[in-house]
């Protein structure tokens, strides 16, 4: 079955960095797009990023264009999310999930992991 | 990129039917097919339960039916039950490959 899993959140300071990874299993990843999605505590979705099956072709949000860079291994099946210059207001859950071109949505989503940009 | 607009909330008695809304603009909705909506409950991650404006991912249930007219797309849950309350996010592309959500509806079940 499909299955993601993130992991490398955690308590950092405003202005640090963090790098997020998805490991995926239970399908062809180099066949699927792939995006970041968050949540803000007690806030609504927000789509983040997007980056096509072979890598070329990425998307970000206003929000964290120039901030955050997608990147996927599709040798090892997993996706990536490096995040500098992190503020207070990139706290939330992030997650992955498995993005088609065909149809733009979200199929299957990992669990979720925290970031919490704090002093 | 401004976030999608849907109620803040509705509810409805088990059996009864319930429309959420989800009104956008001509760069989004009005202007793309791919609308699509997902579930959350509490704590959880979110599941997609509509995808491509009014088609249903395997194992969703088919009282769950979506809809577009113009710049507003909507998703009607029929014979509501207890399991239906949650959180529901309406999803637009919205052009070289970026996405909008909407603010979310919470459905309760009454």
């Known amino acids: 079955q499909v299955l993601l899993v993130e992991s490398g959140g955690g308590l950092v300071k405003p202005g640090g960095s963090l790098r997020l990874s998805c490991a995926a299993s239970g399908f062809i990843f180099s066949d699927y797009y792939m995006s970041w999605i968050r949540q803000a505590p007690g806030k609504g979705l927000e789509w983040i990023s997007y980056?096509?099956?072979?890598?070329?072709?990425?998307g970000y949000a206003d929000s964290v264009k120039g901030r955050f860079t997608i990147s996927r291994d599709n040798g090892e099946g997993s996706l990536y999310l490096q995040m500098n210059s992190l503020r207070p207001e990139d706290t939330a859950v992030y997650y992955c999930?498995?993005?088609?071109?065909?149809?733009?949505?979200?199929?299957?989503w990992g669990q979720g992991t925290l970031v919490t940009a704090s002093s | 990129q401004s976030a999608l607009t849907q109620p803040a909330s509705v509810s409805g008695s088990p059996g009864q039917s319930i429309t959420v809304s989800c009104t956008g603009t001509?760069?989004?909705?009005?202007?793309?097919?791919?609308v699509s909506w997902y579930q959350q409950h509490p704590g959880k991650a979110p599941k997609l339960v509509i995808f491509?404006?009014?088609k249903r991912p395997s194992g969703v249930s088919n009282r769950f039916s979506g809809s577009k007219s113009g710049n507003t797309a909507s998703l009607t849950i029929s014979g509501l039950q207890a399991e239906d309350e949650a959180d529901y996010y309406c999803?637009?592309?919205?052009?070289?490959?970026?996405?909008?959500f909407g603010g979310g509806t919470k459905v309760t079940v009454l």
């Open positions: 999930a498995r993005d088609t071109s065909s149809g733009w949505y979200f199929d299957y």
């Open positions: 491509e404006v009014n």
């Open positions: 999803c637009s592309y919205a052009g070289s490959g970026s996405r909008v």
């Open positions: 001509s760069s989004d909705v009005g202007s793309y097919d791919p």
């Open positions: 980056i096509s099956s072979g890598g070329s072709y990425t």
